[in-house]
């Protein structure tokens, strides 16, 4: 099982899930971050940690958020890894609580 990072990530991509992770399995896009499913050993500690709720068990995904499993999976295996919590986009309190934001991620 994997947790996967949802839409609620997009243009706000806030790392704080980043430095908890004990196995470095995140990956940095320009305005998202994804879990690599194959590295994500299930320990759960970024979940509390991301301020958006963006992230969830792969078996717990909300509604409509399903396509975010592949997602991430495509996407680990482009982007550079990430293992250090970095400043927030300038403009991330802007988005934390705008929906359907889909349209926004840069690949």
């Known amino acids: 099982m994997t947790f996967v990072v949802t839409e ?3 243009r706000c991509k806030l790392t704080d899930c980043v430095e908890v992770c004990p196995v470095d399995c995140f ?3 320009p305005n998202f971050l ?3 499913p194959d590295e994500c050993i299930d ?4 979940e509390p ?5 963006a992230i969830y068990s ?3 995904l909300p509604e ?3 396509e975010f499993l592949e997602l991430n999976a495509r996407l680990a295996e482009k982007w550079p ?3 250090v919590k970095k400043d927030a986009p300038a403009d991330a309190d802007d988005w934390r609580d705008i929906s359907d934001k889909r349209q926004y991620l840069e690949e």
């Open 58 to 60: 792969e078996d717990e």
């Open 34 to 36: 994804v879990i690599h």
């Open 27 to 29: 990956y940095e896009g």
């Open 43 to 46: 320990c759960a500690l970024c």
């Open 8 to 10: 609620s990530c997009i």
């Open 64 to 66: 409509g958020q399903e």
């Open 49 to 53: 940690e991301c301020p958006v709720n």
């Open 81 to 83: 890894n990430i293992s």
